[in-house]
Structures are given as C-alpha cells and as structure tokens.
C-alpha cells in the first residue's frame, strides 16, 4: 500500500534499476498500471525473470513500446500467458526478432488474433517450428500479408492449413508454396486456392498435386491454371483427379503435358475432355496412348483431331476404337490414313462409315478385307474412284455384293480391271455397267461369263463386243444367246 499509494503515481520512476530489481514479487504484482507505464527502459531490463512472471494482462499492456523492446528475450519468456494477452498490438509490433523468438508456444498458443495481426513479416521469419505448429486456425486467418514471411509453413498443423485465407494462400512465395506438406494440399479447399497465379501453380510438387481434392483442383485453380504444371506433376495427377477435370483445363493442356500423361489417365478421360483436346494435342499423345482412350470416349475426339493424327497413331487404334468411330470421324480421316490401316481395323468398318470414306477410298489398299456389310457401304462415287490394283484385289464374294448403282461410275479402264465378272449379279452386269462397257473385258473375262448371265445381255452390249471377245464366247454361251442378241452381234 505504502509502495503503490504512499509513492506518487509516477515516483517510481526516481528508482535505481538496482532499486526495481530489488522489489519484492507481491510488490511488483501491486504495482499501478500507471506505475507501470512510467518506468523507464533500464528500469525494465532490470526487472528479474521472477518479477515478469507477477505481471498481470493489464500491468503488461501498460509496459511502452520501448520497455517491451527492453524486456530481452530471455526475460520474456516469464511472462505468465494470461498476463501475456494484455501485450498491445503496437508492443506486439515492437518486439525485436529475438523475443518472439523466445515466446514459448505454450504463450503463442494464447496470443490473440490482434495481436497476431500485430506481427510483421520479419518477426513471422523469425519463428520457430514449435511456436508455428500451435497456431490456430483463428490465429493463421489472423496473419493476412505478413504470412510471406513465415518460411516454416510445413509446421502448420492441417487445421491450421485449413483456415488460411485466400489472400494469405494468393500471397505465398514459391518456396512456400513448395515447402507445404501433402497433408495440407489435402485439406485446402477451392475457395483458397483462388487467388494463385501461373507461376504458384508450376511451383505446387508432384507429390502435392496429388493431394489436392476435385473440387480444389477443377474450381480454386484458375480454369487454364494447368497450363503451368511441368509435364511430370501433370502425370502425377490421380485417375480420379483427372477424370473430374474441366473441358476448359482439358483445353489448355500443351503437348508436352498431353505426351507426358500415362496410359491409366488417357483411360479415364470422358468424350468430353477428348473432344476438348487441342488438334496439337490429338497428335501428341502418341500410339502407345491412343488405344488407352475408351471406346465411348473415342468419339469425342473432333474431326480437326482425327484428320490430325499421325498414320502411327490411326494404325494403333483398337478394332473396337475404330468400330465406335462416328461417319464424321471416319470422313475426316485421310488418304494416308486409309493407307495405314490394319488388315482388322478394315474389316471392322460398317457399311455406313465405308459410305463416310468417299475419295478418301483411293488409299485404302486392303479394300479385300472388307466385309459384306462394308462393301455394301460403298458408294457409286467411292466405287468410281478405284484404281485398277483395288478393283482387281476384290474378292469373288466383294463382287457378288456389289449392285448395279454401285458401279454406274466405272470406266472402260475399270471395267477392264474387273477380276471377277463371273460374281456380278445379272442385274449389276446388264445396268450397272454402261451400255458398251463390256467392250472394255478381255476375251477371258467374256469367256467366263456364267450362260444365265450371257442370256441377260442387253443388245447395246452385245454389239458393242468385240471379234475377239466373240471369238472368245464359248459353244454353251453362243447356245444362250436370243434371236435379237445374234442380230446384234
């Protein structure tokens, strides 16, 4: 009573520093705060660890600035954690690097979200794994701008992760953002991740990309934010990461992330995200991946797309890929793929994607391994355009199939190529072909001629045989011939 009554409110300033440290520890507990607030910095440095310890919240509010930076690091510690909440955001700020340093997590666990707030970016620097991993997630929301300056953002507990601000997030270095744990990408949401630009993106790890939630991944990364990931965190992604991806992520893949995706992700994307696969990228993901694309998702892929890909890649196609293949897939492939293709991959193509081919039919060089179905598919056009090698490579079922609106557009020149006439069904031979087009057979060809279709002959085409065609014609075709078919020889 004597020391905080007797004494003026300000008299204790008059003490000796030997003086204060001398003071009992009740007497320092009684101290006014007005008392408190006039002691002078050397006064303050010669209070002892045990008398800092006595403080109270309001006593410890009451310490000026420039006492607080005279407290030392080592006396700092003493502070009791409920006296500790009375610092000033203005004390808080002035502590030198050393005393927070010194905080106790124990005390840092306590401090309030203003006196959080108070911290700058070199004191956050200076803090160590202990004090970080007590941090609440109140206290880490707290810390806004200043949390560039914390390098030991690993030691975030992931509840803590969990309450960081968009803002705080938008302002990681690089190195921060590298050094967050995947534990932590985990539990960061969408909203978050908003605000990280191209560069923070390239800096997030393969192993942490991996932690990141489909939600996080598709909605808090920019849409085109992909574009930054290094071909190899790209095919760190999980199956389930890329198949929930976005069509406008998917579009702005680059190549060299398209050829580093696995085999296992090519098989998860939907026709969608292969429909939105750039034409570069198409060419990019190489024969060895394209057959990983399911069948449903196959016909996803544009026509830009297809026309794109190498003969290397049309040629790895599954027979079930190409099966699935819509008529505008098939019409956008070319010349050169048509050329390429497998012994299996023409024999699986139906009627109406052989009808989608048109010019483009001149390449196909197996045009024998196509099935009924397919050769019914071909058009008069298609057929016209033949050359003799694919004419004469048919096969004698091809031929029987074949009707007589098919070959309207041939040729004398094709005509003459014809392999197997014999197969031709009388109505193919006697409207398909034009009228004068048989002048174009070998005598063998005519030779070969069955009776019944040598009896079909219109008069235009027996006249328009030939002597050696005639003289080809054999005893039981001459027996077939009408009245009006001898008159027109």
Do not use: C, W
């Amino acid at each position: 009573n004597a020391l905080t009554s007797g004494l003026m409110l300000t008299g204790v300033v008059a003490l000796s520093a030997d003086a204060v440290a001398a003071l009992q520890p009740s007497q320092v507990a009684a101290l006014l705060t007005q008392q408190i607030r006039s002691l002078t910095t050397t006064q303050v440095t010669a209070l002892t660890s045990a008398q800092f310890a006595q403080l109270s919240s309001g006593q410890v509010a009451s310490i000026q600035s420039a006492g607080v930076i005279a407290i030392g690091s080592g006396d700092i510690r003493s502070i009791t954690e409920a006296a500790l909440i009375g610092k000033t955001a203005s004390s808080m700020a002035a502590l030198t690097t050393d005393e927070v340093q010194a905080l106790t997590p124990s005390q840092f666990g306590v401090l309030l979200t203003s006196q959080i707030d108070a911290l700058t970016t070199g004191q956050f620097g200076a803090l160590g794994t202990n004090q970080v991993a007590v941090l609440g997630g109140a206290q880490v929301a707290a810390i806004g701008g200043d949390i560039h300056g914390l390098s030991l953002v690993s030691s975030l507990s992931d509840f803590a992760a969990q309450s960081l601000t968009a803002t705080e997030v938008g302002s990681f270095s690089t190195t921060q953002i590298q050094a967050l744990r995947p534990a932590q990408y985990a539990v960061l949401t969408s909203a978050q991740l908003v605000n990280l630009l191209t560069g923070q993106i390239a800096a997030i790890a393969t192993d942490d990309i991996r932690g990141l939630s489909a939600n996080a991944l598709t909605s808090g990364l920019m849409l085109t934010g992909l574009v930054a990931l290094s071909g190899d965190t790209v095919a760190a992604l999980q199956l389930g990461q890329i198949e929930v991806l976005r069509t406008a992520q998917v579009q702005s893949l680059t190549t060299t992330q398209v050829t580093a995706l696995t085999s296992a992700q090519f098989a998860q994307l939907s026709a969608n995200q292969v429909a939105a696969l750039s034409t570069g990228a198409a060419v990019a993901i190489g024969s060895g991946d394209i057959r990983s694309i399911t069948e449903g998702s196959i016909v996803g892929m544009t026509v830009a797309s297809v026309a794109a890909l190498t003969t290397d890649e049309s040629q790895a196609l599954t027979v079930g890929q190409f099966r699935a293949m819509t008529t505008a897939q098939i019409d956008a492939l070319a010349t050169r793929h048509f050329d390429a293709l497998l012994t299996s991959q023409v024999a699986a193509l139906s009627g109406a994607q052989v009808a989608a081919i048109g010019g483009d039919i001149r390449g196909l060089s197996q045009v024998d391994n196509l099935t009924v179905d397919g050769v019914n598919g071909l058009t008069a056009i298609e057929v016209g355009v033949l050359n003799t090698q694919q004419l004469q490579a048919l096969r004698t079922s091809q031929y029987a199939v074949l009707t007589s609106a098919q070959l309207v557009n041939l040729l004398t020149s094709q005509i003459g190529a014809l392999a197997t006439v014999r197969a031709l069904s009388i109505d193919t031979l006697t409207s398909g072909l034009m009228l004068t087009g048989l002048v174009a057979l070998s005598g063998d060809a005519v030779a070969a001629l069955a009776a019944t279709q040598v009896a079909a002959l219109r008069t235009q085409q027996v006249q328009s045989l030939t002597t050696t065609q005639v003289t080809a014609l054999t005893s039981a075709q001459f027996a077939q011939l009408s009245a009006s078919q001898v008159a027109a020889i």
